[in-house]
């Protein structure tokens, strides 16, 4: 439970979900914590946590992170031919390598009416699904967004091997279509959201001397690929061209780029759950500058608290949010990011609207109820399918 990141918490909400609605839920997973180097931090072994049955293996190579980023470099964005041995190899040291998870799978199987992987990228995605086609029923949440990887040949035996998809945004559905030449089967499940309690926003405005200040919110890490540094530039700007808005930006997360000295950014790092609902509730919009989504949580925990967002119009999936919601607005270079801004910051009525659209957009479609429903039918469609036509022969894929 101490493992931060979208996907991770994405399978653990799915898994914990699933039990609780009286499913056996086994999740296969490593020892490590970090994906920087996948040092194994957790004793192997099996145990029970929330009514999920956890197996614990131990990454028999941790990354070289060093030599990783340079290899990774040469292969996903250099010129030239990339022989399937090199891209095994890739695959191999990008880890984490735990060759007895496949090992336990396979010996497993039979206990299993499916085998459910997350996330494309790993070695652990890879391995389960090379070892399970025509074994036991396989879904995939592939959680896929454009970026050098995806373009390497590797995967495109990989997204030939699941029985159904679990996918996240039709934008998702897109992006594999054009890249893969196949109509994924599945269907769009989402992910859900909770809907917490309105804190009154009084004492984080109070603790960092926001009160009566209107405010931008940023969270996650503070780190060139997820547009942080584009959005300080953004507001730098904003505010010399607009020197008598009091607004300020407040980023809340890890600091990984080096951030202005300035009165009004201000930089929480890391805080508690109810000190960032209570900034939530209070913000005048969410900023989400991110290039690459493939569904973005933090986006609609944002339109749960009935607030607007400024999203990054690069991103397909945040301006199909934007679209559907209409609860963003989606921006593609300064001048659109100010115009954006001046809209919300001129209007607070359309503000407080788009905020009351965006809490009904995510009770619609991501509630967790909604979500759920949604997955046990594939699920329980998925393994009819493919028990029907018998295991060892590849469905639809």
Known sequence: MQ??????????????????????????????????????EYPAGTSELHGVTVHRFPVVRPRDNPLFSEYNRRITMGRGARPRYLQDEWMRMQGPWVPELPRWLLRSRERFDAVICFTYLYWTTWAALECMAG????????????????????????????????LSTPEEVELIRRRFHVDPPGA?????????????????????????????????????????????????????????DELKL???????????????????????????????????AFALPSFFESFSMVLTEAFAHRRPALVQGFSPVLRGHAQRSRAAIAYDGYAEFEVALET????????DAMGVAGRAYVEREYAWDVVMDRYEALIEQTVTRVRSVGLGRRSST
């Open 344 to 351: 919300l910051r001129d209007d607070p009525a359309l503000a």
């Open 135 to 166: 074994m036991v029923p396989v879904l995939l949440h592939p959680t896929v967004h454009d970026e050098p990887p995806l373009r390497l040949s590797i995967f495109d035996q990989i997204f030939r091997r699941p029985d159904a998809f679990a």
């Open 250 to 284: 407040v980023m809340m997360g890890e600091a990984l780029i080096e951030v202005p000295d300035r009165d009004d950014i201000v930089v929480t790092g890391f805080v508690d759950y109810d000190t960032r609902d209570r900034a939530l509730g209070g913000m005048l």
């Open 188 to 244: 769009v499940i989402g992910i859900g959201v909770e809907f917490p309690e309105q804190l009154d926003p009084a004492p984080f405005l109070a603790q960092y001397g926001l009160t009566d200040t209107p405010y931008l919110l940023y969270l996650g890490r503070l780190d060139e690929g997820k547009g942080a540094g584009q959005l300080i530039k953004y507001f730098v700007e904003y505010k010399q061209r607009h020197p008598d």
């Open 3 to 40: 493992i931060a990141g979208g996907a991770e918490q994405h399978c653990r909400e799915m898994a914990e979900r699933l039990a609780r609605r009286g499913h056996d839920v086994d999740v296969a997973t490593t020892c490590a914590q970090s994906y920087v180097d996948w040092a194994n």
